[in-house]
Structures are given as C-alpha cells and as structure tokens.
C-alpha cells in the first residue's frame, strides 16, 4: 500500500496505536502477540482451540466485532448474491471469516466480499489461506464497536488494493451508504434498492426487505 498518515506516524504510545487504528476500542487491540509483532500466521492461530476474527493491521491483531444481528444481515445477502450468481455467472461470494491480504501486512475480513473470475486464472481457487486478492465488491456491516475514523481508513486500503465497490451497512439506522471511491457516497435508506452497478449488472435488493428478512421472528411469512 502507498505510504499513509496512518502508516509512516510514529508510535510511541498506546494513544498514538489506537488513532493508527482508527480510533478503536481497546478491548478490540489483542496484545498476544505483542502489538508490531503479529503476522497473517496469528491471524489464522486456534490459541487454547479458540478462533478469534481478527484483522491484521501493521503488525496488530484487531478483533473484528460481529453480533447475530450483523451475522444474520451478512448471511442473508451472501445468499441473495448466490442465488443471483446461479443466473449470471461472474465469479464467487465470501464471508467473513475469508482472510484477504490488501497489502503486506494488511489482512482485512470483509463481512460479505464479492470476486469476479477475471481474478482467477483458469477459475482456479487459491490454495493458500491468505490469498494476495482484493474483492470488487467489499461488504462492511458496521458493529457498536466500529469508528468513524477505522471505516475510513478500510475505504481507503480497499481502494487502493483495487476494490470497486463497497456497501457500508448501519443497522441501527437500517440504511446502507454506497461507496464508488473512499470519500465518494450515496446513503440509501429503507424506500429505496441498493444495486450492484457495474460490479453486480442486474442486481437488485431493497433495503426494507432485506432488514425485514433478517430481522423476522420464526413462523413470520416471507
């Protein structure tokens, strides 16, 4: 990644790590590995058999906050785009536990990510657990845990990786704000459809609907 603010400030406190990224909550910080001193083999680690989600961020493992809401919002459009590549067949759908390196030292996990096959060579998959791979489409539902400033700096890394598009999802607000550059925005609220552009021709998905699918209680109609 070119050189940033966030990549070329010095550190010399735990002030100066947690503006780097982005503001964050420091429950989100693991310190094992000491921060500076993670790699993408810590992102993948199991200590004690535990699976943490973490990003990896210049050396620092940083927990990715994801509640059942945000979990249930994620695996309904990751089966919305299934269905829609079952039709148009452009490439493959992820969730967030697929681990994609933007840069050296930069893992990041988006919650629902998009590849096109013109990535893949042959329409061969990678082998690799951490593949050098930025998705078109990058799919960000926001948590309590999330800031401002973090989300930024995620728009800027993905793209300046080569990402085209990315949908940044407030539940709490039920609106969806769409991003074609990292500062560059349309915020869609519940009466309007959320579309894939050029990345997803054809797509459609209202907003409304998609909260009120995550969202219904067992026995409620579709």
């Avoid at 992820?94 to 681990?99: E, S």
Wanted: glycine share 8%; net charge negative; proline share 8%.
């Amino acid at each position: 990644m070119p050189a940033t603010a966030e990549s070329t400030t010095p550190i010399e406190t735990i002030e100066d790590l947690v503006a780097r990224l982005g503001g964050i909550p420091l429950a989100r910080i693991r310190f094992h590995p000491y921060p500076g001193t993670a790699t993408e083999a810590d992102v993948l680690a199991r200590p004690d058999g535990v699976k943490h989600l973490c990003e990896l961020v210049d050396g620092v493992l940083v927990e990715k906050p994801m509640g059942y809401y945000e979990a249930r919002l994620a695996a309904v459009l990751i089966h919305l785009i299934e269905t829609y590549l079952e039709q148009h067949d452009l490439g493959i759908v992820l969730g967030a536990d697929a681990t994609l390196r933007l840069f050296p030292g930069i893992v990041r996990l988006p919650d629902v990510a998009f590849i096109a096959w013109t990535h893949f060579p042959n329409r061969q998959l990678p082998r690799e657990p951490v593949p050098d791979l930025a998705p078109d489409l990058a799919v960000e539902i926001l948590s309590e845990g999330n800031t401002r400033a973090e989300m930024a700096r995620k728009r800027r890394e993905y793209f300046a990786a080569g990402v085209r598009l990315v949908w940044e999802v407030d539940p709490a607000a039920r609106c969806v704000t769409v991003f074609t550059a990292p500062d560059t925005a349309t915020r869609l609220t519940e009466d309007q459809h959320l579309d894939g552009g050029d990345v997803l021709p054809g797509f459609s998905l209202s907003v409304h609907d998609w909260f009120e699918r995550a969202g219904r209680q067992a026995g409620n109609q579709a």
